[in-house]
């Protein structure tokens, strides 16, 4: 069975919602919605994120990191964390948490060390969409972080099944980001009920959407994924002359071009990612 063909099946799968999640990954999907019932309050929203050990480092860890902690004054508890974070925000996290899961049971060597990659470049494209939203593009700041978190959960998804297609990911990314990036990851998308204005810009990305004019969520994707130093897997290597067009566009806002305000922003971005990547 070619690669092609495999990606075909897959995306048919997922466009009929016949999904394979593991069971940790179910179990994170009722988190995400019960966090989305009006009714969900701070006091409950902490006891449900205390009960997954990853969740609650990440969430302790994004409220101290530079960008949440701005008056130094550092967090030990979940719920501490939770109500300085925001249920948005909370929300992103939770995601965070459901793509890494998509990885846990991959056992294959190679696959593990692509998933680990992914995510890496994961957690650098949502630090700089964070930062690229506040400052650049104005859309809206925690809307940005959670795009760039799912943008690659497609991804993710196909890294969890490759173990069932030998050889399905050797070598070769074309039929990937030609079929399999788009079917397979606007399925995962939809599945776990990505807001559609999420889902037009992550669609953006995967058709060459351009970051002109930098005003809108898809823009900021574009961005942050150009100058991300990490580059997916599952994607051939950007070119270091792209991450420096990117860098050197000037948005008009006192002279300064892209590159001198992620460096005021630097150990924002670097927090960020840390936090992303406990």
Request: aromatic share 6%; glycine share 6%.
């Amino acid at each position: 069975m070619d690669r092609l063909e495999v990606f075909k099946i897959i995306a048919l799968q997922a466009s009929k919602g016949e999904l394979t999640f593991p069971a940790n990954v179910k179990a994170t999907l009722k988190l995400q919605e019960a966090l989305d019932d009006p009714d969900c309050h701070i006091e409950a929203a902490a006891r449900m994120v205390m009960a997954e050990p990853l969740l609650s480092a990440r969430v302790v860890a994004l409220a101290n990191s530079a960008a949440y902690n701005r008056s130094g004054n550092e967090i030990a508890n979940v719920r501490a964390a939770v109500s300085r974070l925001g249920f948005a925000t909370l929300k992103s996290m939770v995601a965070s948490v459901i793509v890494r899961q998509l990885g846990s049971q991959i056992t294959d060597p190679q696959l593990r060390a692509k998933g680990a990659k992914l995510w890496e470049h994961t957690a650098h494209v949502a630090a700089l969409s964070q930062v690229i939203a506040r400052k650049v593009t104005h859309v809206d700041v925690e809307t940005a972080m959670f795009a760039a978190i799912v943008h690659e959960v497609g991804g993710f998804y196909l890294l969890s099944r490759a173990e069932e297609y030998p050889g399905l990911l050797d070598d070769n990314t074309e039929d990937w980001i030609e079929y399999g990036e788009k079917l397979i990851g606007r399925g995962v998308l939809r599945q776990l009920q990505v807001p559609d204005m999420v889902l037009q810009a992550v669609e953006g990305m995967w058709h060459g959407g351009s970051p002109f004019p930098p005003r809108t969520l898809g823009a900021t994707l574009v961005l942050a994924n150009d100058l991300s130093p990490v580059g997916s897997p599952l994607h051939p290597p950007e070119s270091a002359e792209r991450r420096l067009a990117a860098a050197k566009i000037d948005f008009g806002i006192g002279g300064s071009t892209l590159h001198t305000i992620l460096e005021e922003s630097a150990e924002e971005i670097e927090s960020l990612a840390a936090a992303l990547l406990v």
